[in-house]
């Protein structure tokens, strides 16, 4: 995967909340209650389980209040520098406007509708959001009722020391999983789906999990597209994508399926259970995406998979 340096990060696209310390480095994920030995990297994996889920977890949802407001200040200047693309959360940035400047033009193509941009929130150990207060354990979410993606950036040390999933091309495929869910929300797809969970509980499961599949599908088919995608001046994003960046986005889906997370906890594995689908589906979904580059493809509910 090789990026253009001349491409302009747009930073106003993301949100600055990791405080004055901005790193986002360095600081620990908060290992749950009994942490430590193997209880405690059990717990990093289960949280991360939820990772890619997207709403609908454990969150309180108590205000609407977005919490507190963040300063882009450092972060705009360490993105207009030369080696802004040697920077974790300014190639972040880059990433989430190429998704979002796919988007502009498949959301019309495909389904007839108005793209509206949606900001990422950078954060660090805990945030206050829209669905209610979440902490890092919880990995990267959408939440639907402030339209915002949130990640705490050592989500990706997890993903590469916990579940092995390695590669830089693992970081867009989980922001593309997440705006997926944003694109899921501008079509009322997930509000409809929440509907059917409400009027037929024994079957919320099933459905959390066709949601997620379709979050995956459509990271594929923004995969497929991504070499199109521009900055505002017309300079192209990515000036190339490997079919190796794509085995890392299919290996990352594997590594975070149901059945694989399960395992690795140690627990039984349960198909009761599943949110998020098994390895195989997940890889089967980004993969169906990638191969069409058409979001229209990513009919998970309609196809009874
Ligand atoms: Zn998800």
Redesign the pocket.
């Known amino acids: 995967m090789e990026l253009n340096e001349n491409a302009r990060i747009d930073t106003s696209q993301v949100e600055d909340r990791r405080g004055s310390g901005g790193g986002g480095g360095g600081i620990p994920i908060p290992i749950p209650a009994g942490g430590g030995g193997r209880g405690g990297l059990v717990g990093i994996i289960i949280a991360v389980l939820v990772a ?3 709403g609908g977890f454990g969150l309180n949802a108590m205000s609407g209040d977005g919490g507190e407001a963040g300063d882009n200040t450092a972060l705009e200047q360490k993105c207009a520098a030369d080696d802004a693309l040697q920077q974790l959360d300014c190639r972040n940035t880059l990433y989430v406007n190429s998704i979002q400047a796919y988007w502009q033009r498949a959301l019309p193509e495909a389904f007839g509708e108005r793209y509206t941009p949606s900001k990422t929130i950078f954060f660090s150990q805990g945030v206050s959001t829209g669905c209610g207060q979440a902490d890092s354990g919880v990995g990267p979410f ?1 939440c639907p009722a402030d339209d915002q993606v949130y990640i705490d950036l050592t989500f990706y040390r997890v993903l590469a020391d916990q579940l092995g999933a390695e590669g830089e091309f693992a970081q867009p495929y989980v922001l593309a ?2 705006y ?2 944003h694109v899921q929300d501008l079509l009322g797809t997930e509000a409809q789906m929440r509907r059917q969970q409400q009027r037929d509980p024994g079957d919320a499961n099933a459905l959390s999990v066709k ?2 599949l379709q ?1 995956d599908c459509y990271a594929g088919a923004w995969a497929k597209n991504a070499t199109g995608t521009a900055d505002a001046q017309g300079q192209r994003i990515f000036t190339s994508i490997s079919e190796q960046d794509i085995s890392q986005a299919i290996d990352t889906a594997e590594k975070i399926g149901d059945d694989a997370i399960q395992q690795r906890s140690g627990r039984p594995v349960n198909p009761d259970e599943f949110t ?1 689908g098994t390895s195989e589906q997940r890889k089967e979904w980004f993969t169906r995406g990638y191969q069409t580059g058409d979001p229209k493809s990513c009919d998970t509910f309609g196809s009874g998979s």
């Open positions: 890619l889920v997207g959408y999983h997440e997926g869910h949601l997620e979050a998020h």
